[in-house]
């Protein structure tokens, strides 16, 4: 009989720890958004192999058709498979995202942590200029980049990124000016170490983790700041594929093709729900705070 | 040998004097008390001392390090003496130390960039400092971070952290006031054994005065950012001649006479 009691107690003791303990890398939010994402990524490293059509081809007799086995997500007007296209777009879409939330933290990061370390005078420039790039539309920003630069999608991963970068660079200074009134590195000031090594020692490592979030959802951004550029027409020009210009294409068919509206649409959704959910996980997975108190919990 | 002397030190801000006309000296095995109330300008002294004062603040007066004037020195000059030739422990030892970086590593930042040392080195030096402090298991435990120590092992990894570098001024401010009493006894030993060991001059700062008779030699105490009595302890405490310190000294004695157990036999 003294079997059953001992697994009784074992069973009791499991719910008893701290719902948070339980989570990190197992969160929902991590798990779903990661799914989401790297399915939209699966999609991107596909087409780089195979997609069911090429990108010029059309189909003459089956214009606006709907879904179907020969075209999984239907045609459009001129006859060509949108699945391919939306394959394609997954990879601009991808490609683009993450060249502007490069660009945009080659930026930020150093023009924040310069603003944080820096003198009050240089601060307040800096924070200027944030303050004017982030009061400053990224489209319009983009319009006249692309008005002196013609449509590119270099010109596009600029103006994202920088669009971009004034946001990465605000939470940058604000997440490091916290870091550098902390005691530890005062006494690490005491001990005779310079601004340089305090940045890389002590700055960067008690940051890094807030950037990483802030990196998941710039990277929703410039998805959607890709698509809406090249919705009007003003992002990545034909012919490299964009869901942005699927939608724009299939605006005026849409009330026979629906669908052709409705997928692209869903793309850049999962896209960026995705991410927003796989930056919630990620904050709950690195945050010190929270880390601390797991492995506190544990022991 | 005079290792750290100011004379006529004064500390302002937006004109309100904060620390007035302080004066004093340390040469290695010295061991100097300073007292007063929070407020009175103990710990901007101390920061002065190392020129870590917040910026907005203005000082005058002079600060020689070795004979050097230090006073109004570009942060390149001061960062060669700190941690190398005056050191200083703080009174939070939670927040002192990097709640990301493992203390191993954290005592070996000053001797990599003080004494060029490579890591491994460097690491095998925090081992054998963590062992003066004597913390437990120093192997394991240079790779712990800290918040898997308790408050008295990470006082004790600060101030191996301040000493690593074989500093010949160690400046403690208020090292104690955040620890248990229990605690706090065993870090003024370790304090004690390690000024004895390595002789260092020992500035210490405190609110606490039987803390600070029970390590100090000489006493200064401070009131409104003044120096208002300088002297070697016993006379201090036996004949204190300003009105503050016969404050603190009578203070002092009636809280040690509430706490010691009567040995008159009243309750006998």
Partial sequence: MSTPLVEAVETVEAPDAPARRRRGWRSPSFLVGAALLLAVLALALVSLLWSPYGLDHTDPTARLAGPSPQHWAGTDRLGRDQFTQLMLGARTAMWIGLASVAVAFVIGVPLGLLAAAAGRLAENAVVGVIDIVIAFPTLLLAMLLVTVYGASTAVAISAIGIGVSAEVARLTRISASRVFTQDYVLAARTCGTGPLMILVRHVLPNIWHTLLVQAALAFGVAVIAEASLSYLGLGTPPPAPSWGRMLQEAQSTVSVAPWNVLLPGLAVAVTVVGVNLLGDGLREVLDPQLRQERQAGER | ?268
């Fill in chain 2, 1 to 268: 040998m005079t290792v750290l002397e100011t004379t006529g030190l004064t500390i302002t801000l937006d004109g309100q004097p904060l620390v007035r006309d302080v004066s004093l000296s340390l040469a290695a095995r010295d061991r100097v008390g300073l007292i007063g109330e929070s407020g009175s300008g103990k710990s901007l002294t101390a920061l002065a001392l190392l020129g870590l004062l917040p910026p907005g603040m203005r000082t005058s007066g002079r600060i020689l390090i070795d004979g050097e004037d230090h006073l109004g020195a570009p942060d390149r000059r001061w960062r060669r003496v700190r941690g190398r030739t005056v050191s200083i422990v703080f009174q939070e030892p939670l927040t002192a130390l990097d709640p990301l970086m493992p203390v191993g590593r954290q005592i070996a930042g000053p001797l990599r960039l003080h004494q060029g040392l490579n890591r491994s080195d460097a690491e095998r030096r925090a081992i054998e400092w963590c062992d003066r402090v004597h913390l437990p298991d120093p192997a394991r435990l240079v790779r712990a971070l800290p918040h898997e120590l308790s408050g008295g092992q990470r006082q004790r990894v600060a101030l191996a952290m301040a000493l690593a570098c074989r500093p010949r001024v160690l400046i403690a401010d208020e090292p104690t006031t955040a620890l248990d009493v229990t605690v706090q006894a065993q870090i003024l030993t370790l304090l004690d054994e390690l000024i004895e060991e390595t002789g260092v001059g020992l500035l210490f700062i405190s609110h606490d005065l039987p803390v600070v008779a029970g390590l100090a030699r000489h006493l200064l105490v401070m009131r409104t950012g003044r120096l208002v009595e300088s002297g070697p302890v016993d006379d201090v405490l036996r004949r204190p001649r300003s009105g503050y310190a016969r404050q603190l000294v009578a203070s002092a004695a009636q809280v040690t006479r509430l706490a010691r157990p009567s040995v008159h036999g009243e309750y006998r």
